[in-house]
């Protein structure tokens, strides 16, 4: 069964239309309230948001899904999404849901589903739920006197808030680091500057007055500049970007110089492996991570092992293989020792864990690696997507053959919008651009003559 609504982060699209629909939504909570039935107690499911206009929306689509389910609905309001993995243990939910099309602008929407476990769904349980939503679910769902009941969940801000303060050791402060938080005018807007002056930073807050217009707004992890420039401003010692639902970070160094994910990773791995914390002997991220750190890792007689693009993915390959540290470039950051999925709260708290203990300049302290030269680009299209043209595929097939054993390529339809992804690394920057130059003309020229 081919896949029609979700994609490689649940289910994403813009607000208002297909799947992105009061009625789908309300379909799927019916569908994964059926399906995540367990027994004869009261079930529960636990939903946040995140700030964008549609999720008024799409909450009350999908409270009217789960309680026609039977399910009792504890809506949690706008919070991180790795906020609402981690309540689904706590609160002890049958399953966990965040509405939030992550770092898309404000009038794409998604939403996002947890077990019991505060893992994201599988693509068999996602399947499973696809196939329900096809179907009528009348004669499965609740009687008149086993309806749902929905109430608002007060206090969840300070049950986040202490649980990632948890995640540092308890005689830590940070008292002197002077520190910018973009909160992109999303998810976090409340949690993570409450956070960090909590652990004892001086923080300047940008981008956190959300209108559900705004999120992701030319700020964020997606748009760092405003940040870089703020932070020359009050000369802080650090920025952190994050993005319209906090699962992924971006830390900025006291130059305004952006640190990646992969710089991140390779951050915690080595420091988690000096202390002997680090498990499963390497790093989990995906193919676009850079070539640079997997040299670092190597080093170090750390491997890196690489999956499909998608946190999930990258998590179900930590889980799989005993692995506690893993992510993606773009600033997805899983640390399994504390979270089931990317954290970005938490990604940041563990780098100035490491810039307190080093007592150095963040751009001494996370610049770990020199990354390969890398070039990504996106090709946007409609309809069917062209790399089954023989043009393209012998373009690709060239364009292999020139980077041989020094580079890599990598060309990948996004699961989250309609756009080609070309990506090429190798020591030679010029060969690079060449290659990928090559690639999306090709595209280019098969999808205008389509």
Same mark, same amino acid.
């Given at each position: 069964?081919?896949?029609r609504?979700?994609?490689?982060d649940?289910?994403?699209g813009?607000?208002?239309?297909?799947p992105m629909?009061?009625?789908?939504?309300?379909?799927?909570?019916?569908?994964?309230?059926?399906?995540?039935?367990?027994?004869?107690?009261?079930?529960?499911?636990?939903?946040?948001k995140?700030?964008?206009l549609?999720?008024?929306?799409?909450?009350?689509?999908?409270v009217?899904?789960?309680?026609?389910?039977?399910?009792?609905?504890f809506?949690?309001g706008?919070?991180?999404?790795?906020?609402?993995?981690?309540?689904?243990?706590?609160?002890?939910a049958?399953?966990?849901v965040?509405?939030?099309?992550s770092?898309?602008?404000?009038?794409?929407?998604?939403?996002?589903l947890?077990?019991p476990?505060?893992?994201?769904?599988?693509?068999?349980?996602?399947?499973?739920?696809?196939?329900?939503?096809?179907?009528?679910?009348e004669?499965?769902?609740?009687?008149a006197d086993?309806?749902?009941?929905?109430?608002?969940?007060?206090?969840?801000?300070?049950?986040y808030?202490?649980f990632?303060?948890?995640?540092?050791p308890?005689?830590l402060s940070?008292?002197?680091l002077?520190i910018?938080?973009?909160?992109?005018?999303?998810?976090?807007?409340?949690?993570?500057?409450a956070?960090?002056?909590?652990?004892?930073?001086?923080?300047?807050?940008?981008?956190?007055?959300?209108?559900?217009?705004?999120?992701n707004?030319?700020?964020?992890?997606t748009?760092p500049?405003?940040?870089?420039?703020?932070?020359?401003?009050?000369?802080a010692?650090?920025?952190?970007?994050?993005?319209?639902?906090?699962?992924?970070v971006?830390?900025?160094d006291?130059? $305004?110089s952006? &640190?990646d #994910?992969? @710089?991140?990773m390779?951050? !915690?791995?080595?420091s988690?492996?000096k =202390? *002997?914390?680090?498990?499963?002997?390497?790093?989990v991220?995906t193919v676009m991570s850079?070539?640079g750190?997997?040299r670092f890792?190597?080093?170090?007689?750390?491997?890196l092992?690489?999956?499909k693009v998608?946190?999930?993915?990258?998590?179900e390959?930590m889980r799989?293989? $005993?692995?506690? &540290?893993? #992510?993606? @470039?773009?600033?997805?950051? !899983?640390?399994t020792?504390f979270?089931? =999925? *990317?954290?970005?709260?938490?990604?940041?708290?563990q780098?100035?864990a490491?810039?307190k203990?080093?007592?150095?300049?963040?751009s001494?302290?996370?610049?770990?690696?020199?990354?390969?030269?890398q070039l990504l680009?996106?090709v946007?299209?409609?309809?069917?997507e062209?790399?089954?043209?023989?043009?393209?595929?012998?373009?690709?097939e060239?364009?292999?053959?020139?980077?041989?054993?020094?580079g890599?390529?990598?060309?990948?339809?996004?699961?989250?919008?309609?756009?080609?992804?070309?990506?090429?690394?190798?020591?030679?920057q010029r060969?690079?651009e060449?290659?990928v130059?090559?690639?999306?003309?090709?595209?280019?020229?098969?999808?205008?003559?389509?």
């Amino acid at each position: 069964m081919s896949r029609r609504y979700f994609g490689t982060d649940g289910i994403r699209g813009r607000a208002n239309s297909f799947p992105m629909t009061a009625d789908i939504a309300m379909k799927v909570g019916m569908a994964a309230g059926i399906s995540f039935q367990r027994g004869n107690h009261r079930h529960r499911v636990v939903v946040g948001k995140d700030t964008r206009l549609s999720g008024y929306m799409i909450e009350n689509a999908l409270v009217a899904g789960f309680t026609a389910a039977g399910m009792d609905v504890f809506l949690l309001g706008p919070i991180p999404t790795p906020a609402v993995a981690m309540l689904t243990r706590s609160l002890r939910a049958d399953i966990g849901v965040m509405i939030s099309a992550s770092h898309n602008p404000f009038h794409d929407n998604g939403i996002k589903l947890f077990g019991p476990d505060g893992y994201k769904l599988s693509d068999e349980f996602e399947m499973r739920i696809e196939k329900l939503v096809e179907e009528n679910l009348e004669s499965r769902l609740a009687r008149a006197d086993g309806l749902g009941r929905a109430k608002r969940v007060d206090g969840v801000h300070d049950r986040y808030i202490e649980f990632a303060k948890r995640t540092l050791p308890r005689s830590l402060s940070l008292s002197g680091l002077r520190i910018v938080v973009d909160c992109a005018n999303g998810a976090a807007y409340k949690v993570a500057p409450a956070a960090l002056w909590e652990l004892g930073a001086e923080v300047i807050t940008i981008n956190d007055a959300p209108d559900g217009l705004n999120i992701n707004l030319d700020c964020g992890s997606t748009h760092p500049i405003g940040l870089s420039k703020k932070i020359h401003e009050v000369r802080a010692d650090i920025g952190i970007a994050l993005d319209g639902d906090a699962d992924r970070v971006l830390i900025l160094d006291e130059t $305004g110089s952006v &640190v990646d #994910g992969d @710089q991140i990773m390779a951050l !915690v791995a080595e420091s988690w492996h000096k =202390t *002997g914390r680090l498990s499963g002997g390497g790093v989990v991220a995906t193919v676009m991570s850079n070539l640079g750190l997997e040299r670092f890792l190597g080093d170090m007689d750390l491997s890196l092992e690489r999956t499909k693009v998608g946190d999930r993915y990258v998590v179900e390959h930590m889980r799989a293989h $005993g692995q506690n &540290v893993g #992510g993606e @470039q773009s600033g997805h950051i !899983v640390l399994t020792d504390f979270s089931t =999925t *990317g954290d970005g709260l938490v990604s940041a708290l563990q780098v100035l864990a490491c810039v307190k203990k080093a007592d150095k300049p963040v751009s001494e302290v996370c610049r770990k690696f020199e990354p390969v030269p890398q070039l990504l680009r996106n090709v946007r299209f409609s309809g069917k997507e062209p790399l089954e043209k023989p043009a393209v595929k012998a373009a690709i097939e060239d364009s292999r053959d020139k980077l041989g054993q020094t580079g890599r390529l990598v060309i990948r339809v996004s699961g989250t919008e309609p756009l080609i992804r070309v990506m090429a690394e190798g020591d030679d920057q010029r060969l690079v651009e060449t290659v990928v130059n090559d690639i999306v003309g090709v595209i280019s020229a098969e999808k205008s003559a389509a």
